[in-house]
């Protein structure tokens, strides 16, 4: 008799029964909201030439990515977002069409995790794109129908921490290149007495930076922030303050303004997001303004997107959108 293979590999899970119907209520809840809002979807392949996901996350996805070669040589890798495939695919199959073009997906990443971390190799995701318009417009967009997703999925008590990088990169980039990223590290672990001693005697562009990667809150501690805050700074901040007045006072109240968020500095050029709900063990969603990926693929303009993690989102929903 031949033995049953029983285990799987690490990262990956079997999904069965409740946890199965659940991610396929909040796929077909994602997409029907989203294409009642005028986002066309698109369903890119599982994989790709190991150059797409290279050229839109650098360095800091190589490591990560899980690939494979086929019969020919080539190296390919599987889906590590969907991001950098709806790029290629703007800057080719949509590259004479009208803007702005509004996309969105839902499917699975996959990306490469230490075997005794316990984080998953594959997760379901739903997003959407917003290309060829900058602005405030565009922005508010994208964090209401964030928010719109979230409430659809039957999500009661979650908060978008927001933040912008105009307000820290212009004290990041007065440092030393030497000291940025330890820095870097101690912003995002919050850690002001390290970090305090990591700016010492680093002039007042570095001081600043200790003051405002603390600030979290409602529309008041924005508002103090940008009375104390430099020249450099106002205007990241000034952009948020605009967006919080788009917004309706529902709205806002699912906003906390984290002024001290550098994951994605590298890759977001205005506006950053990240989803928070209870009961969750990590984000359930990220997005903002990434102007800058678009031209890496021969077809330069700006963007702003939000991508949401429906694992997470399943896990403390019961029973999940309908």
Sequence with gaps: MTRPIASIPPGAVDLTGPAALRRRRLQRAATDLLERAGYQEILPPTFEYEEVFLRAGGPAVAERLIRFTDRDGRILALRYDFTASLARVAATTFRAAALPLRLCYTGKVFRQEPDRGGRPRETLQAGAE???????????????????????????????????????????????????????????????????????????????????AFVIGRRDALDAACQRASTQARPGLAQLQALDDALSPDERQHLVYDLGEVRGLDYYTGIQFELFTAGAGRAAGAGGRYDGLMGRFGAPMPAVGVSLDLDAIAEVTAGGAR
């Design 130 to 212: 917003l290309l060829g318009t900058a602005g405030l417009a565009a922005d508010v967009e994208i964090v209401r129908l964030t928010l719109e997703l979230a409430r659809t999925m039957g999500l009661k008590d979650f908060q978008l921490n927001l933040g912008h990088v105009g307000v820290l990169a212009p004290g990041l980039t007065a440092l030393p290149e030497a000291e940025r990223a330890v820095v870097r590290r101690w912003i995002d672990r919050k850690d002001r007495g390290n970090l305090t001693r990591a700016l010492a005697g680093l002039g007042e562009a570095a001081q600043e930076l200790g003051t405002l």
